[in-house]
């Protein structure tokens, strides 16, 4: 902690006294707490459901907010690691004041969209995640714009499962350009089918996960799930679908023209995609970067952007998206410029 604050402790009872709850909270290791410890400089000792929080008087506050927050997400349902990071994102981004001890509450705001599907509810973490799946559910055509590890997939095939259970769509379409991600695969053996199941292998594992292996090979076998790659999109109008393209940075601007004008009556599109990570031949711009140019004031489309705050895998993740969005930002002759390493 930092050494020019004063330190502050403060005792706090988590109630009710459930080992099970209290176990969730700390996660496997104390990873969770770990996680609280590193982010916002404080010291946590735990003895059954009373803590003792040591650090800086605002840290501290924070701190205790955020056990409070998560302890109250562990009465019905499981709590991971990304939720906690997503919780500590938010406080980052409100900063080291008065509404920093406000955050917690908001961030896991009981009244926020959650999508329902057979196997559970699946919760958006963070406003932009929340504001993503409310433009999905408002919306005939969203844009998921962002970095990796952002839950612009796997939040768009939650939506689209909760919206075929609900009845309000018949048949889910999950579409990617079949472009390789830099590396030269060369020749792939097997039919078409297997030739690009690899490309679409993210889209397959959303599925899984959401409705299991076997219901997912039935609804592909009835063809209500059907998983392309973009080509098959032309001369095709598809009415009363869910269709979410993903990768679409890989698009060409005849591509992406291509596959907006395929939406039908009673059907939604959700386009994903990293501007900054374009696997298409240099100089060939990029279909999402031209549309997102083109269609910035068409009513009734909506673009969420994501930031390497929104990103909900490992902690070094998000550091790695935030180093290379600044490298980027970096002057030519400075970017270009060797740098010294200075390793012993």
Do not use: C
Request: proline content about 4%; cysteine-free; hydrophobic content about 40%.
């Amino acid at each position: 902690m930092n050494t020019h604050d004063e330190v502050t402790r403060r005792q706090l009872t988590l109630e009710p006294n459930d080992p099970r709850r209290l176990s969730a909270l700390s996660g496997p290791f104390h990873e969770h707490l770990k996680l609280i410890e590193q982010r916002l400089d404080v010291a946590i000792h735990a003895r059954g459901n009373h803590f003792r929080i040591e650090g800086g008087n605002i840290a501290v506050a924070a701190a205790a907010g955020v056990l409070e927050s998560l302890y109250a997400e562990t009465h019905d349902q499981y709590l991971d690691a990304e939720t906690v990071h997503l919780l500590l994102s938010t406080l980052d981004d409100v900063g080291h004041d008065d509404a920093f001890l406000l955050a917690p509450v908001s961030a896991l705001d009981p009244d926020n969209v959650v999508l329902q599907i057979r196997r559970g509810a699946v919760k958006p973490r963070g406003e932009n995640q929340q504001k993503y799946v409310q433009n999905i559910l408002a919306h005939d055509i969203s844009f998921g714009v962002g970095p990796a590890g952002t839950g612009k997939t796997y939040l768009a095939v939650a939506a689209a499962v909760h919206m075929l259970e609900k009845d309000e769509v018949r048949r889910i379409l999950l579409v990617r350009p079949a472009v390789e991600a830099g590396e030269k695969l060369g020749f792939l053996p097997g039919d078409l089918s297997e030739k690009i199941n690899p490309y679409l292998r993210p889209l397959y594992d959303a599925l899984y996960e959401m409705l299991g292996f076997e219901r997912v090979s039935k609804l592909i076998e009835k063809q209500v799930i059907e998983v392309a790659p973009l080509a098959y999109m032309r001369g095709r109008t598809l009415n009363n679908a869910f269709i979410i393209l993903d990768e679409a940075q890989n698009t060409t601007k005849e591509q992406m023209k291509m596959f907006l004008t395929r939406l039908g009556f009673g059907s939604k599109a959700v386009i994903t995609g990293d501007v900054t990570q374009v696997d298409l031949p240099k100089g060939q711009e990029s279909g999402l970067s031209h549309s997102l140019k083109v269609l910035h004031d068409v009513q009734g489309i909506h673009i969420t952007r994501f930031t390497a705050r929104d990103v909900v895998r490992h902690r070094l993740v998000q550091s790695i998206v935030e180093a290379y969005e600044a490298w980027d930002a970096l002057p030519t002759e400075r970017a270009t410029k060797p740098v010294a390493d200075d390793r012993t």
